[in-house]
């Protein structure tokens, strides 16, 4: 079993920076790929970014590439999203999560092949 909770979340301006984190207990991170999710008002819960079992590899959703950004720390069992230039359609309940189902290429951007999720951090951006 992986615990997971996030940290982070927050009521900011359009433009501004926030970093969430995501710590695991109860066993390493370091047999899972990651991957944080959103769930916005009246939304469908969304893939936003993944990162691969070692960290080489990392893959984002259109519409945060070139502002957020997604790295773990094995030291730390913990995962980040750094997130910059935020706009308000990012105002969302983000969510950290850990799968382990085989291939990570296949399966990085599907809810279904996540294990363990987190209770959520609310990010609230205002105009």
């Known amino acids: 079993q992986v615990q997971l909770e996030e940290s982070g979340g927050g009521l900011v301006q359009a433009g501004d920076s926030l970093r969430l984190s995501c710590a695991a207990s109860?066993?390493?991170?370091?047999?899972?790929?990651l991957g944080w999710f959103r769930q916005g008002p009246g939304k469908e819960r969304e893939f936003v970014a993944a990162?691969?079992?070692?960290?080489?590899?990392?893959y984002y959703t259109d519409s945060v590439k070139g502002r957020f950004t997604i790295s773990r720390d094995a030291a730390k069992n913990t995962m980040y999203l750094q997130m910059n230039s935020l706009k308000t359609k990012d105002t969302a309940v983000y969510f950290c999560?850990?799968?382990?189902?085989?291939?990570?290429?296949?399966?990085?951007?599907?809810?279904?092949?996540?294990?363990?999720w987190g209770q959520g951090t609310q990010v609230t951006v205002s105009s």
């Open positions: 999560a850990a799968g382990n189902s085989g291939s990570y290429y296949s399966s990085r951007t599907n809810r279904n092949k996540y294990d363990y």
């Open positions: 990162i691969s079992y070692t960290g080489g590899g990392t």
């Open positions: 109860g066993r390493t991170f370091s047999g899972y790929y």
